[in-house]
């Protein structure tokens, strides 16, 4: 049996009773109260995940600038300091070998899945080789805690000497709260208004404590994941992979064409795209999974994420669908071998924000 | 947590016989490990099962499971308020989160189920 890695905050998940998982190697929090009550508290006021598995990679060095653009899809011209990208990493084929956020407090740093550390680390090290750059994995330093939730900005504000009502959506600021140094970045999974706060590791469970103590509440990675497909959010490993290509699944916003050479670019170029990433509303009373087969009259397609949506009440999933398959149309979805009928909608399932949210604009 | 009037099955179902019926339900312990229920499939009134045969499928957010008869026989009523109230399973698995009443067709196999204290002692061992 291999030992799993257990974030700062381990204990106090615990101590609250909640039910742990697995989950990329780490033993994390599922749910606490349970998944749906925390769903709603993330999308009504405010809920705290602690999401310290995930990468931290610093870039530093007379050349941090031209690596990043060479290392990832998205323009980095644009993240000028105090603020966030959400971009990708492709391999020479246009496969997505992981998504990530750019983040530019003063050195860049890029936050990415905790299953694709390593293999993030690896990849980057060995394009930082033709580079003048300094790649650190700071993942060890920095825990993460995301606090969402159209009440965060509010609670938030009393315990942190930032202002946090001038904190735009996608900018990053060194700040206080509760005394402690972080890290506010106005990011998040979940479609809700939020932040992210990077505290270092020793920090965590006091921070935790602080946002707890003002309301937030805790929610586990089961609610992260029915919030992050109602908004119509990628997973990567399910919705994108080294197998999908970013424009496949719909994330040509992402990906700079012009601004000149990147790992992936000549590939994603010719690509024409042979499926494209939809979303489907379940019109029959039934929950579709990730790899349930999808007819069409279009060819097969494939569910890639499916849960209950709980804000929705219905069944919903994001699946790869021939590029003829109309937003409209109907469709029907193979769940446990039986036919169930589902609705083509357009991405996000639920958002709060009326522009598209890349950190763009 | 573990009413003394039922008896239970390895795979956390609970009978509670009445009579020539058997109401079938599943246990506090399985509604927990599930999570929130927002499905319940059950079978129809005449349906016949067989021991450990899947007469129902719950689902929660994370998951499909199959729940496994306790006992053969044929179902005689339906917990229809669970089509549109699965959260019942949830809140009062014992009570108003009944699934199916059957007609045993082998009174013998209530014998092998547990009572409440090897029901709990189970729980106790997967819990430990």
Not at chain 1, 163 to 172: E, F, G, H, S, V
Not at chain 1, 287 to 314: D, N, Q
């Amino acid at each position: 049996m291999t030992t799993l890695s257990k974030t700062p905050l381990h204990q106090v998940h615990v101590d609250l009773g909640a039910r742990m998982v697995d989950f990329a190697g780490w033993h994390m929090p599922i749910q606490y109260a349970g998944l749906i009550e925390e769903h709603q508290v993330v999308r009504t006021e405010a809920g705290v995940f602690d999401v310290s598995h995930m990468g931290e990679f610093t870039v530093s060095g007379v050349e941090a600038f031209e690596f990043l653009q060479f290392a990832l899809t998205n323009n980095v011209a644009k993240v000028r300091k105090g603020r966030a990208q959400y971009t990708l990493m492709c391999s020479e084929s246009g496969g997505v070998i992981d998504d990530a956020v750019l983040y530019r407090p003063d050195d860049y740093m890029l936050v990415v899945n905790a299953a694709n550390v390593e293999t993030d680390w690896e990849w980057l090290s060995s394009l930082a080789t033709d580079f003048d750059v300094q790649l650190t994995n700071r993942s060890e330093e920095y825990a993460l805690l995301a606090a969402q939730g159209p009440k965060a900005e509010a609670l938030l504000n009393p315990l942190c000497d930032l202002d946090l009502t001038r904190l735009r959506r996608w900018r990053i600021r060194a700040a206080t709260l509760d005394g402690r140094g972080v890290l506010m970045a106005r990011t998040g999974y979940t479609g809700e208004d939020g932040f992210e706060v990077f505290t270092a590791s020793y920090d965590a469970v006091r921070v935790w404590g602080a946002l707890t103590a003002v309301g937030f509440t805790p929610v586990g990675l089961g609610a992260r994941n029915t919030l992050r497909l109602e908004a119509g959010m990628p997973l990567h490993g399910q919705d994108i992979s080294p197998e999908i290509s970013s424009l496949e699944a719909g994330l040509s916003g992402v990906v700079d064409m012009n601004k000149g050479d990147f790992v992936g670019r000549s590939a994603l170029q010719a690509a024409a795209g042979s499926r494209v990433l939809r979303g489907l509303w379940m019109v029959d009373r039934a929950i579709p999974r990730e790899h349930c087969l999808v007819r069409t009259e279009a060819g097969p397609g494939m569910v890639t994420s499916g849960t209950y949506s709980p804000t929705l009440k219905v069944g919903i999933a994001m699946a790869l669908l021939p590029p003829a398959v109309e937003i409209g149309d109907l469709v029907s979805v193979d769940i446990r071998g039986r036919q169930r009928e589902a609705l083509v909608v357009e991405l996000p399932f639920y958002n709060r924000f009326s522009k598209p949210d890349a950190g763009d604009s | 947590m573990y009413p003394d009037d039922l008896r239970y099955s390895k795979e956390h179902e609970w009978v509670r016989l009445d009579g020539d019926e058997a109401t079938v339900g599943i246990t506090d312990y399985a509604q927990e490990e599930l999570g929130d229920i927002v499905y319940v499939e059950l079978p129809e009134e005449g349906e016949e099962f067989k021991l450990s045969d899947s007469f129902a499928i719950v689902e929660s957010v994370k998951a499909a499971s199959d729940v496994y008869s306790p006992l053969s026989g044929e179902v005689v009523a339906v917990n229809t308020e669970l089509v549109d109230k699965p959260e019942l399973v949830n809140e009062d698995p014992y009570g108003a989160g009944w699934m199916i009443r059957l007609r045993p067709g082998d009174a013998s196999e209530m014998d092998d189920l547990l009572d409440a204290a090897g029901y709990e002692a189970l729980i106790s061992e997967l819990r430990a």
